[in-house]
């Protein structure tokens, strides 16, 4: 499935929003900066700010949801109306990255190359104490379990480029915080190739606090969920070329 070097590549952006009329615009100028990036939509999550405007006028398509959906349903309504055959792969790239999105351009490299199916990209050390590390091991420990052949440092980033040729096998995303550990899993366990690549991506980052432990804690919960889900569905593994 991986897309061969030498060919065109036609990527679509795809990116979630909600109330990020602060950055939105510099990660939709950073998106539209990658030469292999063709089409940037946000898929706006019923913000109350002023993201859809914002988006616009920096020259994105907008989505508009009448509801909040959360991440995944949002993301999953989005792809329904797009015509995705269109295009190579998608870029799912969070509305707060701003101009950090630029560092795609690692994850295209590696696309281009025919590296992987699924690319996450890899944050560096927090600016902030986070937790103690419960969650990022049970997606580790799920993530391993079902395939996955290297130890990924941030397997709950969001931040992804996949092949849109996996998409019919990672469908419909997740609900809730394990939407990402979800996605990884379905990946693996449908045989395609996932992996992680550096960057110095930013974003809003949760401290050690007892909002951030709220926010851990209703992660570990959610990815525990498709974890299991995960451990139901058949075993077996379809080799992909």
């Known amino acids: 499935m991986c897309l061969g070097s030498g060919k065109i590549m036609k990527l679509l952006a795809l990116v979630p929003a909600y109330n990020e009329e602060k950055r939105i615009a510099d ?14 939509v946000v898929a706006d ?3 109350s700010d002023d993201t859809v405007n914002e988006a616009k006028k920096a020259g994105a398509t907008v989505i508009e949801h009448k509801y909040n959906l959360g991440k995944g349903q949002s993301l999953n309504k989005a792809l329904e109306s797009l015509e995705m055959s269109k295009y190579s792969g998608v870029i799912l790239a969070d509305g707060d990255l701003a101009s950090s999105a630029a560092e795609f351009k690692h994850l295209i490299e590696g696309f281009e190359q025919g590296s ?10 927090p600016k902030k104490k986070g937790g103690f590390g419960l969650v990022k091991g049970l997606a580790r420990w799920a993530i ?11 397997p709950l980033s969001g931040q992804r ?11 419909p995303l997740a609900p809730g915080f394990g939407m990402e550990v979800d996605m990884t899993l379905k990946a693996l366990k449908a045989g395609y ?20 432990f709220k926010h851990r804690g209703r992660q570990f919960v959610d990815i525990l969920k498709v974890t299991c889900k995960v451990i139901l569905r058949t075993p077996t593994l379809r080799r992909r070329t």
């Open 45 to 47: 999550d019923c913000s």
């Open 144 to 154: 391993k379990k079902y395939g996955g052949s290297e130890q990924f440092k941030t």
């Open 27 to 40: 990660t939709i100028g950073a998106l539209k900066s990658l030469s292999s990036v063709s089409e940037v």
């Open 116 to 125: 992987a199916d699924m690319l996450i990209a890899g944050f560096g050390k």
């Open 193 to 212: 190739k996932v992996r992680e690549v550096p960057t110095k991506m930013t974003h809003d980052e949760t401290g050690r606090n007892l909002a951030g």
């Open 161 to 171: 480029l996949l092949a849109t040729g996996i998409l019919k096998d990672i469908l």
